[in-house]
């Protein structure tokens, strides 16, 4: 049971816009209290862009490692296509090191393609630029293991021959995931590698993202794999009540929504459809009984092992965030729990109130 951000940008109490410093000084306090509240694991995605403030999540990371004692650190998710992916291992086996062996990663090509002309890659390469340094970055994982140099070549970069990596990773592990948002061959690839399966799970009923585990299945079974862990993201935000929870969240739900929507094509969103997604699609809004109620029925419904909420909505004030992740650790992963261990699927329309 894990956690998510992005680092969005809210707001002071003058309206205006808060400064990206004060947001990075904001979430590892929100990651010191999911740690001191019992979550599990805090991701923090990478972004190039106004709204959200952190580009460096491994350097985030760091900080948070050094001031908290239990929960498990990674990213949601690293934008590897524009990245190094030497580079990318060596942070993340540092943080390791600095987290006693509690951080991992999560790869993806990015849902925002801002850090391509910002560091140098044509839109034109987006697929290969993945392939290839995922190729790379699972050469360099297998060198750590087995403690062999480092040999490959491809497309993105000059062909590295027989090179030693350092620093190794502490234990010769490093947890890697592949956050997919709906490409089967994304699914595919990350079973060829051997990688576990973030599914990010957005919009719609979650439920129809069954095809895509059974796919994963499929996929290791015919690569020769071992089974794997599955998990999902979505977002979420819990309040006292639900009625609580859905005013906290509306107004920056639809600011974030209707900001990206723009950018996309898309129309603006609505309350009513707002409210569809809350009652039968993706969004985790409410109680700590609706909330947990939802969560396990989706871990029960696709037969997953982690679920991670994205918290962070727009411009959801910090202090909302701040309840909302206390109440996810002290109610939620409780209520959670309990229920999975229990033998029947709660309805979906209990789930609604």
Do not use: C
């Amino acid at each position: 049971m894990g956690l998510d951000t992005f680092g969005d940008v809210t707001l002071d109490a003058a309206g205006k816009p808060k400064p990206h410093a004060q947001i990075l000084r904001e979430v590892v306090a929100e990651a010191v209290l999911a740690d001191q509240v019992g979550v599990d694991f805090i991701g923090l995605g990478e972004h190039h862009r106004e709204d959200f403030a952190i580009s460096a999540p491994d350097t985030v990371l760091a900080h948070i490692a050094a001031l908290t004692s239990r929960i498990h650190l990674g990213t949601a998710v690293t934008v590897l296509s524009s990245d190094d992916a030497i580079r990318v291992f060596q942070r993340f086996s540092t943080l390791i090191a600095l987290s006693n062996g509690g951080a991992e990663i999560i790869l993806g090509r990015g849902s925002f393609t801002e850090s391509f002309p910002l560091f140098g890659y044509a839109l034109g390469d987006y697929e290969m630029l993945f392939e290839d340094k995922l190729d790379l970055f699972a050469k360099v994982l297998e060198s750590d293991r087995t403690g062999e140099p480092v040999s490959w070549s491809g497309k993105s970069r000059r062909p590295v021959q027989g090179v030693r990596v350092h620093p190794p990773t502490e234990h010769q592990t490093l947890t890697t995931w592949i956050g997919v948002g709906g490409s089967p061959e994304s699914v595919v690839r990350a079973a060829r590698h051997g990688f576990n399966l973030v599914l990010a799970i957005i919009g719609g009923h979650p439920l129809r993202f069954k095809s895509y585990v059974d796919l994963y299945h499929e996929a290791l079974e015919k690569f020769g794999k071992p089974t794997l862990p599955i998990a999902v993201h979505s977002p979420g935000h819990i309040a006292e009540t639900d009625a609580k929870a859905r005013e906290e969240y509306w107004s920056g739900y639809r600011a974030m929504r209707d900001r990206i929507g723009r950018e996309r094509g898309w129309p603006p969103t609505s309350f009513r459809e707002f409210e569809g997604e809350v009652e039968g699609g993706s969004l985790y809004v409410g109680s700590p009984e609706t909330v947990a109620n939802k969560i396990a029925n989706t871990a029960r419904g696709l037969g997953i092992d982690r679920f991670d909420m994205k918290y962070s909505a727009g411009t959801l004030p910090h202090d909302a965030m701040l309840r909302s992740i206390e109440l996810y650790g002290r109610e939620v992963i409780p209520r959670v729990r309990t229920i999975l261990s229990e033998a029947s699927v709660i309805p979906q329309t209990s789930m609604v109130r």
